[in-house]
């Protein structure tokens, strides 16, 4: 590989909330989504450039911005944003927030596919609202759309938007074009309107190409508007950038009051450096970074089917983000947590807190290099087995298994 993904780069010390936020130093974090990789080199020589300038002050952002942004989407994906459509601010959750402001009235009720992404739950909620949980499909180890269910939700006249999130966290899937075709259906028939987050749009897996939801048509583009960042596939959360695409105008207005009133209309003197960086010179970077990613989820499919196969790892299509269903523990989610963080010294995510209905599951955040991902496997893997067996030994693997 041309670009290092294997060193261990500390991150203790840095104010990582990943990292520092831990009550201990012997555990090890594989929570909060971001990577423990450097970004790609094209961003970081960004960074360097501005920063040797030495002046930090209010920033304007230049038609380049808006280019790099629209070229890239529509080389990778086919879809030309107008650049007329683009709101900047941010990050995507205050985009969301932004969004449910503008396009609802308290009591309103906004649809979510659950499980899904909990801060979905936290902006629907700060803006007086009441989220309509559906829940996915999940048969055979797998999550799927249940179109029933979502065509009923949907014909509540209360329900006024439906976020979707497109490639979907925390169950892995990147919605196929006649799902999301089907889904653009039902809401469109029931006069829901879709914003859809599309943060993880970049880290998707060979069979699973992201189709934008704004692509499919021209009533699905001007039915909808979409939130879409680089932070995920370049780690770049702490930069803060991100971008509302809001192709009707009327929309678009409200859209741009609501960022005003929030006070998120501004973004600082390197996103933008970062993000044109990250648009213009970070692809051959993304591309490594994926193969790495998607080996490292083999790693934890094929490790935990050989040691402890009674635990499912959902199939991953997209995002870093691993999906582990532990009902054969026969322990509420919140337990499994708590269990990994005080015995195994390990920090996972449950699944109560994705609005989880059935079953008991877990969240493990891949991002990471080997040395890291192995040492967390072992730790969970010697810290369940026993739950599950009825003993507290459990077999080895050979070393960097």
């Given at each position: 590989?041309?670009?290092?993904?294997?060193?261990?780069?500390?991150?203790?010390?840095?104010?990582?909330?990943?990292?520092?936020?831990?009550?201990?130093?012997?555990?090890?974090?594989?929570?909060?989504?971001?990577?423990?990789?450097?970004?790609?080199?094209?961003?970081?020589?960004?960074?360097?450039?501005?920063?040797?300038?030495?002046?930090?002050?209010?920033?304007?952002?230049?038609?380049?911005?808006?280019?790099?942004?629209?070229?890239?989407?529509?080389?990778?994906?086919?879809?030309?944003?107008?650049?007329?459509?683009?709101?900047?601010?941010?990050?995507?959750?205050?985009?969301?927030?932004?969004?449910?402001?503008?396009?609802?009235?308290?009591?309103?009720?906004?649809?979510?596919?659950?499980?899904?992404?909990?801060?979905?739950?936290?902006?629907?909620?700060?803006?007086?609202?009441?989220?309509?949980?559906?829940?996915?499909?999940?048969?055979?180890?797998?999550?799927?759309?249940?179109?029933?269910?979502?065509?009923?939700?949907?014909?509540?006249?209360?329900?006024?938007?439906?976020?979707?999130?497109?490639?979907?966290?925390?169950?892995?899937?990147?919605?196929?074009?006649?799902?999301?075709?089907?889904?653009?259906?039902?809401?469109?028939?029931?006069?829901?309107?879709?914003?859809a987050d599309e943060i993880h749009c970049e880290l998707t897996y060979p069979g699973?190409?992201?189709?934008?939801?704004?692509?499919?048509?021209?009533?699905?583009?001007?039915?909808?508007?979409?939130?879409?960042?680089?932070?995920?596939?370049?780690?770049?959360?702490?930069?803060?950038?991100?971008?509302?695409?809001?192709?009707?105008?009327?929309?678009?207005?409200?859209?741009?009051?609501?960022?005003?009133?929030?006070?998120?209309?501004?973004?600082?003197?390197?996103?933008?450096?970062?993000?044109?960086?990250?648009?213009?010179?970070?692809?051959?970077?993304?591309?490594?970074?994926?193969?790495?990613?998607?080996?490292?989820?083999?790693?934890?499919?094929?490790?935990?089917?050989?040691?402890?196969?009674?635990?499912?790892?959902?199939?991953?299509?997209?995002?870093?983000?691993?999906?582990?269903?532990?009902?054969?523990?026969?322990?509420?989610?919140?337990?499994?947590?708590?269990?990994?963080?005080?015995?195994?010294?390990?920090?996972?995510?449950?699944?109560?807190?994705?609005?989880?209905?059935?079953?008991?599951?877990?969240?493990?955040?891949?991002?990471?290099?080997?040395?890291?991902?192995?040492?967390?496997?072992?730790?969970?893997?010697?810290?369940?087995?026993?739950?599950?067996?009825?003993?507290?030994?459990?077999?080895?693997?050979?070393?960097?298994?």
């Amino acid at each position: 590989m041309k670009y290092d993904f294997d060193t261990v780069v500390p991150r203790r010390g840095t104010n990582s909330y990943k990292w520092d936020s831990m009550p201990r130093e012997d555990i090890l974090p594989m929570w909060v989504a971001d990577m423990d990789f450097r970004t790609a080199p094209a961003v970081t020589d960004a960074i360097r450039k501005r920063a040797e300038h030495g002046i930090f002050g209010y920033t304007r952002v230049p038609d380049s911005y808006y280019e790099a942004v629209t070229n890239w989407f529509e080389r990778r994906h086919g879809w030309k944003i107008n650049p007329e459509w683009m709101i900047y601010t941010t990050g995507v959750v205050p985009a969301l927030s932004a969004v449910i402001r503008a396009l609802t009235v308290p009591g309103d009720k906004v649809l979510v596919q659950t499980p899904v992404y909990n801060c979905f739950f936290s902006s629907i909620r700060n803006n007086g609202c009441v989220a309509e949980t559906c829940p996915l499909k999940y048969e055979n180890g797998r999550y799927a759309l249940d179109a029933e269910e979502l065509e009923r939700k949907a014909s509540d006249p209360a329900v006024k938007l439906m976020l979707l999130c497109n490639p979907h966290n925390p169950a892995g899937r990147v919605w196929t074009r006649e799902e999301l075709e089907e889904m653009a259906a039902i809401c469109r028939r029931n006069g829901v309107f879709i914003v859809a987050d599309e943060i993880h749009c970049e880290l998707t897996y060979p069979g699973h190409p992201y189709t934008p939801f704004a692509s499919l048509s021209e009533d699905a583009l001007h039915h909808s508007v979409t939130c879409i960042s680089p932070s995920k596939a370049f780690n770049l959360a702490g930069i803060q950038i991100a971008n509302i695409v809001a192709a009707d105008e009327e929309v678009r207005k409200r859209i741009d009051k609501a960022i005003n009133i929030n006070e998120v209309c501004d973004v600082n003197s390197f996103a933008v450096d970062a993000l044109e960086a990250a648009y213009n010179g970070g692809e051959d970077w993304l591309e490594e970074l994926k193969l790495y990613l998607y080996g490292n989820y083999e790693i934890v499919r094929d490790m935990l089917a050989e040691r402890l196969p009674q635990l499912r790892v959902v199939p991953l299509e997209g995002t870093y983000l691993v999906w582990i269903d532990c009902s054969a523990l026969g322990l509420p989610s919140a337990e499994i947590v708590r269990l990994l963080e005080e015995e195994g010294r390990v920090l996972v995510n449950g699944g109560e807190m994705y609005g989880e209905t059935a079953g008991c599951f877990i969240r493990l955040n891949v991002a990471c290099p080997r040395k890291l991902l192995l040492e967390g496997l072992e730790r969970i893997i010697r810290t369940l087995c026993g739950r599950i067996s009825g003993t507290r030994t459990c077999p080895s693997g050979p070393a960097g298994s």
